[in-house]
């Protein structure tokens, strides 16, 4: 089986088992959330879901669920939503995330925490011991006065030891190739944090994130994991906290 294959099966798995006709679900982003994008058009085409209203993450899901004629909102008509699906960068034991590869991770946090389950759905590779060394951390920042934003986060306690690499290339179609700064859906934009080590404590590093003047938000998706969908070579499996 591939890793697409797998991530395939866990997109699928994840819509089976929880979305329901009637209701209101968020779609998340990247090439794993795809899958699941493409099972609810499926089902919405086949009959087996009906009166779905979905909530994209990004301006490509919304592109993809358009094509795929899933009837989209938007937060400000649907707040109260019943589920949302989507993949990570990384989960570590506590089923906390790092996102944010796709460039989509503000809007994929405001979305998925109106949502009564958040499902995550991953390929084994992204099972980790301790969130950091596997996938640097994305955070999206204003533009004006961006390098003294990096300063300023290299600098914060629970960060200790990141490198902050600003993000080039083009977020639209995930390319990273390019000597511009990626431009997030909002205008904004992407540092990628490496990590020689684990992160100690990702909630303090999210909070000291968020209290940075110039941080929009980051990629550490702490407290949110409602299960995780893993597709391994054995097969699928749930993680629950
Ligand atoms: O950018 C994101 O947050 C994506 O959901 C990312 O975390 C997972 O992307 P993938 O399914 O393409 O690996």
Not at 87 to 107: S, T, Y
Not at 180 to 189: E, L
Not at 222 to 228: E, I, K, N, R, W
């Amino acid at each position: 089986l591939s890793q697409d294959d797998l991530k395939r099966m866990v997109g699928y798995q994840a819509v089976d088992d929880y979305v329901k006709s009637g209701t209101v679900i968020g779609l998340g982003t990247g090439s794993t959330a795809a899958h699941a994008v493409d099972r609810v058009g499926e089902k919405l085409k086949s009959g087996e879901l009906k009166d779905i209203i979905a909530i994209p993450t990004s301006v490509r899901t919304k592109e993809q669920a358009e094509k795929l004629g899933i009837p989209l909102s938007t937060l400000d008509l649907h707040s109260d939503l019943d589920v949302a699906i989507d993949g990570a960068d990384e989960v570590d034991p506590q089923l906390n995330l790092v996102k944010g590869g796709g460039g989509a991770l503000f809007r994929e946090k405001i979305v998925e925490l109106c949502a009564k389950k958040f499902i995550v759905i991953v390929d084994e590779s992204k099972i980790c011991d301790g969130l950091g060394p596997g996938f640097p951390i994305p955070v999206e920042i204003v533009p004006f006065c961006h390098e003294h934003t990096m300063r300023v986060i290299s600098k914060l306690p629970a960060l200790k030891g990141c490198e902050p690499v600003l993000r080039l290339g083009n977020i639209a179609n995930n390319t990273a190739d390019g000597d511009k700064p990626a431009i997030t859906d909002n205008g904004n934009y992407i540092v990628d944090l490496k990590f020689k080590t684990p992160i100690k404590d990702p909630v303090a590093a999210g909070q000291q994130l968020k209290a940075t003047v110039g941080v929009v938000d980051h990629g550490l998706f702490t407290g949110m994991t409602t299960v995780c969908i893993v597709a391994g070579k054995e097969g699928i499996y749930i993680k629950e906290k």
